[in-house]
C-alpha cells in the first residue's frame, strides 16, 4: 500500500504503517489542487482537518482503497461518494471520547461555579464572594442528545456526582446503558436541567437547536455543545440566553466554523450573535479542541492504525 499523509499527526501511525510494509508519503503544504493531481498514484489518505474531500477530488483517486480521519466524524469527506467507489472510511471517534467527555464535564463545572467570570474578576482586584455563588450538579438532572462514542463517554463521566438521572435522547433505539436513560423527546424536555449535545453533523442534526426546539423545556437549561458548531442556530441561543430559557452555554464549537474545523476567523465581520457570546459572562468558549489532549493525540492514530489492519490484514 501506498499511503499519502495531508495531515501531521503522532509518529506512530506512519511507524506502525512502515511495519506493516505500507509506503508513507508526507506532504503537508501543498494545495488541494496539487494534491487532486497526484491522489491517483495512491491507495490511501490520511487526513485530519486540512481540507474537505468532495465528490471531484475523489473521482481522481482512481486507485485509493481507505481514507482514515484522525478525528470522531467524516463530515469533510463526501461519504456517499466515497463509499459509491467502494473507498474504505475510518474515523476515530475511540480516540478522543474520553477527551470530549472531560471537556464537556469542565465546561460544565466552569459554568455552575462562575470559574471565567470569578478569574477574571480576582485578577483585575475585585473580591467579589456572593457575586460568584455557585450552584451545584447534585441533584439535576443531565439530557444527552447523541448516545454513541461521546454521549456514552460524557455520561460515565457524571457517575459520582450524585445528579438525580442522566437521559438520553437518540434516533437510535436500545443505545441505553448503565449510566444513562433512554426517553423520548417530550420527557427529555419536560425534565433535564442541563442539555449536553454529541451529535454528528447531518441533515437533521444542523440547525436542530432553535427557537423552537428551546422553548419546549419545562425547565431553564444549561447547554454544553462538543459536537458540532451547525447544530445550533447561534441567534436563537442569544435570544434564549437574554430571555433566561438558556442560563449558561459552554460551546467548544461554533455555527460559523468552516467546513474543515479551521480558523473562522480569517473572513473577518463576525456575526451580532458571535459577537454577543464572546461579551457574555453567561458562555464559555474554546477553539474545537474538546477531543485536543496530549493522550488522544495518541489514541487517535492508533484506532486508524487499527481499523486499517483489521480491514486489510487481517
Known amino acids: 500500500m501506498k499511503v499519502l499523509h ?3 499527526n503522532h509518529p506512530l501511525i506512519i511507524e506502525q504503517f512502515s511495519e506493516l510494509g505500507f509506503q508513507n508519503d508526507e506532504d503537508y503544504t501543498s494545495s488541494k489542487k ?3 493531481n497526484k491522489i491517483d498514484k495512491y491507495d490511501g489518505l490520511i487526513i485530519r482537518s486540512r481540507f474537505t474531500i468532495d465528490a471531484e477530488f475523489l473521482d481522481k483517486a482512481k486507485n485509493l482503497k481507505f481514507i482514515g480521519r484522525l478525528g470522531a466524524g467524516l463530515e469533510n469527506i463526501d461519504i456517499k461518494h466515497a463509499k459509491s467507489l467502494g473507498i474504505f472510511l475510518a474515523a476515530a471517534p475511540e480516540g478522543n471520547r474520553n477527551a470530549v467527555g472531560e471537556h464537556a464535564m469542565g465546561m460544565l463545572l466552569s459554568l455552575f461555579n462562575k470559574l471565567n467570570e470569578a478569574d477574571r474578576e480576582v485578577r483585575s482586584g475585585k473580591w467579589d464572594r456572593e457575586g ?32 438525580e438521572e442522566v437521559v438520553c435522547y437518540d434516533i437510535q433505539g436500545g443505545v441505553e446503558d448503565e449510566n ?8 427529555f424536555q419536560n425534565r433535564v436541567d442541563v442539555v449536553s449535545l ?26 454544553i455543545n462538543t459536537a458540532r458548531g451547525k447544530c445550533i442556530k447561534t ?15 459552554g460551546l467548544d464549537v461554533l455555527e460559523y466554523e468552516k467546513a474543515s474545523f479551521e480558523n473562522m476567523f480569517s473572513e473577518g465581520n463576525l456575526p451580532d450573535a458571535f459577537q454577543y457570546l464572546i461579551n457574555s459572562d453567561q ?7 474538546a477531543g485536543w ?22
Open 6 to 8: 495531508v495531515d501531521v
Open 34 to 36: 496539487e494534491i487532486e
Open 132 to 163: 460568584n455563588r455557585g450552584i451545584e450538579l447534585e441533584g439535576k438532572v443531565v439530557g444527552i442528545i447523541g448516545y454513541g462514542n461521546m454521549g456514552k463517554a460524557f455520561a460515565k463521566k457524571l457517575k459520582g456526582f450524585d445528579v
Open 180 to 187: 444513562a436513560r433512554q426517553v423520548g423527546i417530550m420527557e
Open 198 to 223: 454529541h451529535v454528528p453533523q447531518t441533515e437533521l442534526t444542523v440547525g436542530m437547536i432553535d427557537s423552537e426546539f428551546l422553548n419546549k423545556f419545562e425547565n431553564p437549561i444549561w447547554i
Open 235 to 249: 441567534a436563537d441561543l442569544v435570544e434564549a440566553l437574554k430571555s433566561g430559557k438558556v442560563l449558561g452555554a
Open 283 to 289: 458562555v464559555i468558549l474554546s477553539p474545537h479542541v
Open 293 to 314: 489532549t496530549v493522550e488522544s493525540k495518541i489514541k487517535l492514530a492508533q484506532t486508524i492504525v487499527d481499523k486499517i489492519k483489521a480491514k486489510f490484514l487481517a
